[in-house]
């Protein structure tokens, strides 16, 4: 490490007067002060009005150039809305309360989002933890916010939006607050509501209600999330989309069978911008720790009962988390799950499982330069469902 910082000091210090931008940098955009000169070999691309950036002259030699779409998945087509990467971080360490930033959790590395903005994705989950925001020794979900913890939630929020892209805050809980399962819908609704007004003004934020509930009711899971809603709305939020979850980890592969889809139908949002966000991994417990895929099919498989649900009670799906391993049968099935959900029209988008500067050697980091999912499954996965 310290030799890399000699080196980087050394090249500053001998740089030209405009000091150039690193590779995958931002290099301009709308609001834009910093230099537009991009190191030697890479390029400044514009990506959109936000945001210009230094991508290589030439392709790098580790990945794999992008699959075509057409040669994967034919037929007539709905874009995504909303496609990107979870931004792990701030939720790990969920065992040491509050956690100390640099130790037991981080936030998510600019680096990282610049990279996939570049790439032309757009969208960010950005998981938390309830008990960080809301401690539990200074009065809990109806005491204050912790102003350090809500400040880096909030940074990483707009360093996001600032840059064109949708963040979408999650509270990683599981329905689990303090150890206690949550039930009180009034409680969760009024902390929604605490929270919505924070971010009331940013309509690229996209409120995530509760990351994966389980082994609770779906009836009673339902309650929560339209109490939410509500909450979120009463706050002055009214422009930005809302995101609910499911019992049973909000698996799309269970909608059906977990009782999700008797009782999520009857969601109701005043304005009317609210979608089910469902989960799917591709290992053969439904976990995402397998690398082994079932089948080179079973990304379709998995998703066919919810795509028909959401036709069926004329809702939208965004798929919030998918991951699988870097291997043929996973490749496949990755890019038979995303052409599905293209082909039937009713989901908005989909978020891989996961970024994040944590995740080590994990098989389904996507954390640039190296995590194990950038060199196959993003050309061939998904890059040609942009
Ligand atoms: C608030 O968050 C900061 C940063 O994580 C932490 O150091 C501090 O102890 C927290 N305060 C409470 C009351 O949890
Ligand atoms: C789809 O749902 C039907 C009944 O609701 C069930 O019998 C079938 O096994 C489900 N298929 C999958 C792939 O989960
Ligand atoms: C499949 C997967 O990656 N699950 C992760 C979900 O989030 C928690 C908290 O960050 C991780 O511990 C799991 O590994």
Same mark, same amino acid.
């Given at each position: 490490?310290?030799?890399?910082?000699?080196?980087?000091?050394?090249?500053?210090?001998?740089?030209?007067?405009? !000091?150039?931008?690193?590779?995958?940098?931002?290099?301009?955009?709308?609001?834009?002060?910093?230099?537009?000169?991009?190191?030697?070999?890479?390029?400044?691309?514009?990506?959109?009005?936000?945001?210009?950036?230094?991508?290589?002259?030439?392709?790098?030699?580790?990945?794999?150039?992008?699959?075509?779409?057409?040669?994967?998945?034919?037929? *007539?087509?709905?874009?995504?809305?909303?496609?990107?990467?979870?931004?792990?971080?701030?939720?790990?360490?969920?065992?040491?309360?509050?956690?100390?930033?640099?130790?037991?959790?981080?936030?998510?590395?600019?680096?990282?989002?610049?990279?996939?903005?570049?790439?032309?994705?757009?969208?960010?989950?950005?998981?938390?933890? !309830?008990?960080?925001?809301?401690?539990?020794?200074?009065?809990?979900?109806?005491?204050?916010?912790?102003?350090?913890?809500?400040?880096?939630?909030?940074?990483?929020?707009?360093?996001?939006?600032?840059?064109?892209?949708?963040?979408?805050?999650?509270?990683?809980?599981?329905?689990?607050?303090?150890?206690?399962?949550?039930?009180? *819908?009034?409680?969760?609704?009024?902390?929604?509501?605490?929270?919505?007004?924070?971010?009331?003004?940013?309509?690229?934020?996209?409120?995530?209600?509760?990351?994966?509930?389980?082994?609770?009711?779906?009836?009673?899971?339902?309650?929560? !999330?339209?109490?939410?809603?509500?909450?979120?709305?009463?706050?002055?939020? *009214?422009?930005?989309?809302?995101?609910?979850?499911?019992?049973?980890?909000?698996?799309?592969?269970?909608?059906?069978?977990?009782?999700?889809?008797?009782?999520?139908?009857?969601?109701?949002?005043?304005?009317?911008?609210?979608?089910?966000?469902?989960?799917?991994?591709?290992?053969?417990?439904?976990?995402?720790?397998?690398?082994?895929?079932?089948?080179?099919?079973?990304?379709?498989?998995?998703?066919?009962?919810?795509?028909?649900?959401?036709?069926?009670?004329?809702?939208?799906?965004?798929?919030?988390?998918?991951?699988?391993?870097?291997?043929?049968?996973?490749?496949?099935?990755?890019?038979?799950?995303?052409?599905? !959900?293209?082909?039937?029209?009713?989901?908005?988008?989909?978020?891989?499982?996961?970024?994040?500067?944590?995740?080590?050697?994990?098989?389904?980091?996507?954390?640039?330069?190296?995590?194990?999912?950038?060199?196959?499954?993003?050309?061939?996965?998904?890059?040609?469902?942009?």
């Amino acid at each position: 490490m310290k030799s890399v910082i000699l080196s980087l000091a050394v090249a500053l210090a001998s740089a030209a007067p405009a !000091m150039s931008v690193v590779v995958w940098g931002q290099c301009g955009g709308s609001g834009y002060g910093g230099s537009t000169v991009c190191d030697a070999g890479s390029t400044c691309v514009k990506v959109n009005d936000y945001y210009s950036q230094c991508q290589p002259s030439s392709a790098t030699s580790t990945a794999t150039a992008p699959t075509s779409s057409s040669s994967i998945c034919s037929g *007539t087509r709905t874009k995504f809305k909303f496609f990107g990467v979870n931004e792990s971080g701030a939720e790990f360490g969920n065992t040491v309360i509050p956690g100390a930033l640099g130790t037991d959790y981080t936030w998510p590395s600019p680096s990282s989002i610049d990279y996939f903005i570049g790439q032309g994705f757009n969208t960010f989950r950005v998981p938390f933890l !309830m008990e960080r925001v809301s401690p539990p020794s200074t009065g809990g979900l109806t005491g204050p916010f912790n102003q350090t913890y809500l400040s880096g939630l909030k940074d990483t929020v707009s360093y996001i939006t600032g840059k064109g892209g949708y963040a979408a805050i999650d509270p990683h809980n599981f329905m689990i607050y303090n150890g206690a399962t949550l039930t009180d *819908t009034s409680a969760f609704q009024a902390w929604w509501q605490k929270l919505a007004t924070e971010f009331k003004s940013n309509d690229h934020v996209i409120f995530d209600l509760q990351n994966e509930p389980h082994d609770i009711p779906a009836q009673t899971v339902f309650n929560l !999330m339209q109490a939410g809603v509500n909450g979120v709305r009463a706050a002055g939020a *009214t422009s930005q989309l809302i995101l609910v979850e499911g019992t049973s980890w909000t698996g799309a592969w269970t909608w059906t069978t977990s009782g999700n889809s008797n009782a999520f139908g009857a969601i109701k949002d005043p304005n009317n911008n609210v979608a089910i966000e469902m989960h799917q991994y591709l290992d053969s417990d439904g976990s995402g720790t397998s690398a082994t895929c079932v089948s080179s099919t079973i990304g379709a498989e998995r998703l066919q009962n919810a795509t028909a649900w959401l036709k069926q009670n004329n809702l939208k799906g965004l798929l919030g988390e998918i991951g699988a391993g870097s291997n043929a049968a996973c490749i496949s099935a990755v890019q038979g799950a995303l052409c599905e !959900m293209q082909q039937s029209g009713v989901w908005l988008g989909a978020l891989w499982w996961a970024a994040g500067p944590w995740w080590g050697t994990y098989y389904q980091s996507i954390e640039p330069p190296s995590g194990p999912a950038i060199a196959s499954i993003l050309p061939q996965a998904l890059v040609p469902f942009l």
